[in-house]
């Protein structure tokens, strides 16, 4: 199979016809003919039946038409981004996969907003545990950023060996859950299980057959399973569904000033180990300059929310209503 020959089959099915194609590539019609007849043989298809009114495409014929026209139009960007007649440099690239943390999302626009390069392809990706690993393994991204905990540690660490990913450590913080400012809950200095008995639960939703290792949130086991739960895909709606309702869920706890809704806040889970926050890459690459610089920025804005979370805390502690 040629690229040439995927041009002809596509603008036989834009012309309606061999001959009308043949005419406007400036080929003859026998030729064309013979292209596409040979790779009919090849795949073991019909592209299209012929009439006196042209031709009409089979359905095994229409799609294969929509993976060749997908195919020449890559073959078109790959020859417009690095053909011989390209002199400008290649732009700067640099991809971070991640879960839902709005300390990522943080360390990205920074990174944006301080980047001198003229030509810069970088991109942000927030996805479950599982699809964070899945997307450094297949280098769909530079770093991803994870946590573990000691629950989940021993078969997360096991699977980041067999895909020889590293592990970085940034910090490590006290679970916490997250509730609306108003929330019943909301001016204790620490909360228990037996305290989130009766609220709904939310969570982020994951893949069917992908263990509880992986969720995002800080897993209690011994909580039973809560007779209200709640399931949503994205942090945005995570948010407005925790600022509106009593529904509480668990994580990190980490608020950032400039990103997280004022609406919510976080309590300290009592009794319960910590969380470790960090980053993966694979073991046999070295970090590029982008994603060196996005790592001391992570760190940086990791530190901060750290600051600025135990101050809220301090301040619903000691608020009036305490």
Not at 37 to 66: A, D, Q, Y
Not at 272 to 299: E, M, N, Y
Request: with cysteine; net charge negative.
């Amino acid at each position: 199979m040629t690229f040439q020959q995927l041009t002809y089959v596509v603008e036989i099915s834009k012309c309606g016809s061999i001959n009308k194609a043949a005419h406007k590539l400036f080929l003859s019609q026998s030729g064309i003919s013979t292209a596409v007849r040979e790779l009919e043989e090849e795949l073991g298809i019909r592209f299209f039946t012929r009439s006196n009114r042209g031709v009409e495409f089979t359905p095994e014929g229409k799609e294969f038409l929509s993976y060749a026209v997908s195919l020449l139009e890559q073959k078109q960007r790959i020859e417009s981004l690095y053909g011989e007649s390209s002199n400008t440099a290649a732009p700067t690239r640099f991809s971070v996969s991640t879960q839902r943390y709005p300390f990522t999302e943080d360390a990205f626009l920074r990174m944006l907003q301080c980047t001198q390069d003229n030509r810069y392809c970088f991109s942000i990706r927030e996805a479950s545990m599982d699809a964070v690993i899945d997307d450094v393994y297949d280098h769909r991204a530079d770093i991803g950023v994870i946590f573990l905990t000691e629950l989940t540690e021993k078969i997360i660490r096991r699977l980041l060996d067999a895909r020889e990913l590293d592990f970085h450590e940034i910090a490590s913080v006290s679970p916490c859950i997250y509730v609306r400012k108003g929330h019943p809950l909301a001016n204790r200095d620490g909360v228990s299980e037996e305290d989130l008995a009766g609220y709904p639960y939310v969570s982020f939703e994951h893949s069917q057959g992908v263990g509880t290792d992986f969720s995002e949130e800080y897993q209690i086991l011994s909580i039973k399973k809560p007779a209200q739960q709640i399931s949503v895909n994205n942090r945005a709606t995570m948010m407005n569904v925790l600022a509106n309702t009593d529904a509480y869920t668990t994580g990190s706890g980490l608020l950032v000033e400039r990103l997280t809704s004022q609406a919510v806040v976080t309590i300290p889970l009592s009794g319960k180990t910590c969380i470790r926050l960090g980053w993966i890459r694979p073991r046999s690459s070295k970090l590029t300059p982008q994603a060196a610089q996005f790592v001391g920025l992570l760190d940086q804005s990791i530190a901060e929310s750290i600051a600025f979370t135990d101050r809220v805390h301090q301040s619903l502690c000691h608020g009036p209503s305490h």
